[in-house]
């Protein structure tokens, strides 16, 4: 038994109310679970002694030993009683906090009693008499109240009193009357309080003295605040007033002394703090007389008054409970296939809000962001859209010679027709389009006219021819730039005979082949379906004066490859090329003629099984006889005439004059998926709640808050991250179910779909 995992609680953290809740109650919920293993125990421990627990020989023997298990599992269970007693007050501590508090304070009126004492009169008659008044004392209580962001005015008052001695020869008689007052004052730009205490000595045979009355008025606030706003209302205290008459009084003496004591008033300073609070106090004014009488006879009467303020505080409670709060989670998938094997990935949204929104159904909207490219890329090298064509022909300006008695030709052909000289004769089966820059196909729409429902042309494609003539250069220059493989800087053709590379790891080669370009035999090439060889025809191995060197397969001449490998594992660059017939063709799965399907299917309407000659095997990228400039730097020329070459994979040519002949024949055959890299596809899933201005990727919960009454909007966004193009895309939604489909996504592409509820 474990306890709950408890988040590491760094500087950086951040829980919410709802989070904090749950983990306190697992915290109970674990600590109930383990009480209930320790009942448990007690019960097998009954079960042991009784001998009823299967397993155990524990028995009893004698009355005494039940007794003592008893008391044993008494005393547990007393103990288990206690905790889920400390469990309790935890659970009704942990519901508090779903509850949020409002104070307000209300008003308070206090009014001082008023109090009056009157002293006995006395008469005193002697020789020499001394009367001292008493002092008196006025202390103004303090009031703090605190409450957050606060400004703080003390006020302070001060006292003086002034005292007079009379002395004369008869008794002295002493009237003092005073008044203390305590105040008590609030949140202050406070004014100062003064108390001044006269003192008066009159001399006469009667003397009857009056003193003045007063008035105090002061507020005084008492404010509790709890996680809620606080509104103080004001507080009045008024203090009675107070008369005090002191009784005519006469006295006779030779001589008297009287001392009038000074009077000092001391008031505390009041310390307010207030929330954006302002409060005045009242100014509260004290006078105190005192008056001493000197005669013969005399009659005291003093009187003292006494006013005690109180306060009184009174504190409202206010309960809200907090509304539950609720997260909603949605997963986004997509997931498309590549040769045979599909590959996906998924996001998450989360949203929250205090009520299911009411959901009715979706409307669902498609944007293309980015079609991507849908260049081939093989061994590291960029071919551009070349491998999706049988045959690139990007001059031919001196002959574009395509001529009958063939087996026939299978894949789309791309033609430069504005500067191709082009020519036909004879019959020439063949199942494809003919793409070109030019208004018509001059000459070889009778191809397409010789091959109704499997030919077809398409005219006026400027920029495919562009794209495509750049996409050769580019590869030329790629390739000429790559270094050799260690052992395969200068080697013979016929070397490569044998040549083994299977070992469970996609490696590319770079092969200078410089010698041995009269080709006719089999060179078998064995290796792993993900291995890409390069081969450099050149005689010198110096690509920067042209390739030197017409390569010329006859008699059967062929590079099988065998194993994992494909004729598409393979691209060549050459000068100029030639062909002769004679020999055997390559056995299966070698393609055996103008068939569909990458060589592997039917074979067209009008064509035949190939019978010798000599195969170019894999895409080769040539520029002709290097004698002239072309684009790029390249240095191009003409081809030599081919009589049964047999092309298996594809033909991109710079050249300037070639003529397929009597039994040319080609088969297109599509990039080895193995060497084209890894495929990866990303979706990119949001939400938004306040129609589509923002939008939020909200992995984890709880989101952004969903106002009661709204509908919150999804957003997929999918990206081919890979090299290499993705088939048959569907993208789902866990709760909304399938949210659209792309049947291809080229490497970079991105599409975006958006699920809009209503």
């Known amino acids: ?75 547990m269970l007393q103990t288990v009683a206690k905790k889920e007693m400390l469990l309790t007050f935890k659970l009704e501590d942990i519901l508090q906090i779903l509850t949020e508090t409002t104070t307000s304070s209300s008003t308070t009126t206090t009014t001082s009693s008023s109090t009056t004492t009157t002293s006995s009169s006395t008469t005193t008659t002697s020789s020499s008499t001394t009367t001292t008044s008493s002092s008196t004392t006025t202390t103004s209580s303090s009031t703090t109240t605190t409450s957050s962001s606060t400004t703080t005015t003390s006020s302070s008052t001060t006292t003086t009193s002034s005292s007079t001695t009379t002395t004369s020869s008869s008794t002295t008689t002493t009237t003092s009357s005073s008044t203390t007052t305590t105040s008590s004052s609030t949140t202050t730009t406070s004014s100062s309080t003064t108390t001044t205490s006269s003192s008066t000595t009159t001399t006469s045979s009667s003397t009857t003295t009056t003193s003045s009355s007063t008035t ?51 008031s505390s300073s009041t310390t307010t703090t207030s929330s954006s609070t302002t409060t005045t106090s009242s100014s509260t004014t004290t006078t ?3 008056t001493t009488t000197t005669s013969s006879s005399t009659t005291t009467s003093s009187t003292t008054t006494t006013t005690t303020e109180t306060t009184t505080s ?27 094997v599909t590959y996906s ?20 909207s498609q944007t293309v962001i980015n079609e991507g490219s849908e260049d081939v890329v093989i061994g590291g090298v960029n071919l551009g859209e070349l491998p999706e064509y049988l045959f690139f022909f990007a001059d031919g300006s001196t002959d574009a010679n395509w001529q009958g008695a063939t087996k026939g030709y299978v894949g789309d052909v791309a033609v430069d027709g504005i500067q191709a000289s082009e020519r036909t004769s004879g019959s020439v089966p063949y199942a494809g389009t003919i793409y070109t820059n030019d208004t018509t196909l001059d000459a070889w729409q009778d191809i397409v006219d010789q091959n109704p429902g499997q030919a077809s042309g398409s005219t006026e494609n400027v920029q495919l021819i562009s794209d495509l003539e750049s996409d050769l250069v580019s590869a030329f220059q790629q390739i000429n730039a790559l270094p050799a493989t260690t052992g395969f800087t200068s080697v013979a053709s016929t070397s490569l005979d044998g040549l083994n590379t299977q070992n469970g790891i996609d490696e590319v080669y770079v092969i200078n082949v410089t010698s041995g370009f009269n080709v006719s035999s089999k060179i078998n090439i064995t290796g792993d379906p993900g291995d890409v060889f390069i081969l450099r025809w050149d005689t010198d191995a110096n690509p920067a004066n042209g390739y030197q060197g017409e390569v010329k397969f006859q008699s059967g001449g062929a590079i099988v490859p065998l194993g994992g490998l494909t004729p598409t594992n393979f691209i060549h660059v050459a000068g100029d090329i030639n062909a002769s017939g004679g020999g055997t063709t390559p056995l299966p799965p070698y393609p055996q003629g103008p068939r569909y399907d990458d060589g592997q299917g039917a074979l067209i309407n009008g064509g035949s099984d190939f019978s010798g000659g000599g195969f170019f095997t894999g895409y080769w990228l040539t520029t002709g006889d290097p004698t002239v400039a072309g684009p790029g730097g390249l240095l191009i020329g003409e081809t030599q005439p081919l009589s049964n070459a047999i092309f298996v994979g594809g033909w991109y040519t710079l050249t300037t004059k070639f003529s397929m002949t009597s ?71 866990d709760v909304i179910g399938q949210i659209g489909t792309i049947p291809v996504l080229n490497p970079g592409g991105v599409y975006q779909f958006v699920a809009d509820a209503n």
């Open 288 to 290: 105190s007389s005192s």
């Open 216 to 266: 105090t008025t002061s507020s005084s606030t008492t404010t509790t605040s709890s996680s809620t706003t606080t509104t103080s209302s004001s507080t009045t205290t008024t203090s009675s007033s107070t008369t005090t008459t002191s009784s005519s009084t006469t006295t006779t003496s030779s001589s008297t002394t009287t001392t009038s004591s000074s009077t000092t008033t001391t």
């Open 314 to 340: 009174t504190t409202s409670t206010t309960s809200t409970t907090t509304t539950p709060q609720l997260i909603f989670q949605n997963i986004g998938d997509a997931s498309g296939e590549f040769d045979g």
């Open 1 to 75: 038994m474990s306890f709950p995992n408890i988040p590491n609680v760094t500087p950086d953290i951040e829980l919410t109310r709802e989070q904090v809740v749950n983990l306190l109650l697992a915290s109970i919920a674990f600590e109930e679970l383990g009480l209930a293993h320790i009942i448990n125990a007690e019960a097998e421990k009954i079960q042991a002694i009784l001998g009823t627990l299967p397993g155990s020989n524990v028995l009893a023997q004698d009355i005494q030993d039940l007794l003592d298990v008893n008391a044993s599992v008494n005393n």
């Open 663 to 733: 039994g040319t024949s080609g088969v297109y055959v599509s990039p080895n998926p193995d060497t084209q890299g890894t495929p990866s596809i990303d979706i990119l899933k949001e939400v938004s709640v306040d129609d589509g201005v923002t939008w939020q990727d909200a992995n984890t919960p709880v989101g952004p808050f969903l106002t009661p009454g709204t509908k919150p909007q999804f957003r997929y966004t999918i990206t081919n991250t890979g090299d290499t193009p993705l088939n048959n895309i569907v993208i789902s939604d």
């Open 345 to 364: 990935d998924s996001d998450t949204a989360y949203y929250n809000s205090n009520t299911v929104p009411e959901i009715n159904s979706y409307d669902i």
